[in-house]
């Protein structure tokens, strides 16, 4: 069973996430002649105050 994890910034709205998932679902299926049932996907959104670059958060950087 494939297990994709996908970590980004917060924000995006849930009909984004859901296109995501299933974009994502499409494509790893396709690949690895997957059955889509056996697939999951983990979306993790992040705090830009919480996701360092360069020493300094995002939100620091305007990211």
């Not at 994709?4 to 002649?33: C, H, M, P």
């Amino acid at each position: 069973m494939p297990i994709i994890n996908i970590q980004i910034f917060e924000g995006r709205s849930g009909e984004i996430i859901e296109k995501l998932i299933e974009d994502v679902t499409a494509t790893v299926g396709e690949t690895l002649n997957a059955p889509k049932e056996n697939i999951r996907v983990i979306v993790t959104e992040v705090k830009k105050t919480h996701w360092g670059i360069g020493g300094r958060s995002a939100e620091q950087l305007g990211r």
